[in-house]
């Protein structure tokens, strides 16, 4: 398990085998490609689950009770940084 923190404070733990699982590598290509919104919201759920995504949600909510989209992106965005740069997922 590869444990990390966001800038903005979230805490995860992802299963360092989920990043070479195929549908995680193709949901994230998709997400890359064309900036596909239904595969970024199926790569949040590859890779942290339901409890996580739960968690996530909260954390990018705002006063209105709404994630914003521009929230939930750049926490992601920050989430794989943290695990391309973490020395448990190298080879």
């Known amino acids: 398990m590869v444990k990390g923190k966001t800038s ?3 805490e995860f733990e992802v299963d360092k085998e989920q990043l070479t ?3 995680f590598l193709e949901k994230f290509a998709e997400m890359q490609g064309g900036g596909d919104i239904a595969a970024t919201f199926a790569l949040i759920k590859i890779t942290l689950g339901e409890k996580q995504k739960k968690n ?3 954390h990018c909510r705002n ?3 709404m994630v914003p989209i521009e929230a939930l992106t ?3 965005s920050d989430i794989f940084l943290t695990l391309s740069g973490s020395a448990e997922t190298k080879n």
């Open 56 to 58: 996530l949600y909260d």
């Open 8 to 10: 903005t404070g979230f």
């Open 21 to 23: 699982n195929a549908e």
């Open 74 to 76: 750049a926490e992601l």
């Open 63 to 65: 006063k209105k009770g």
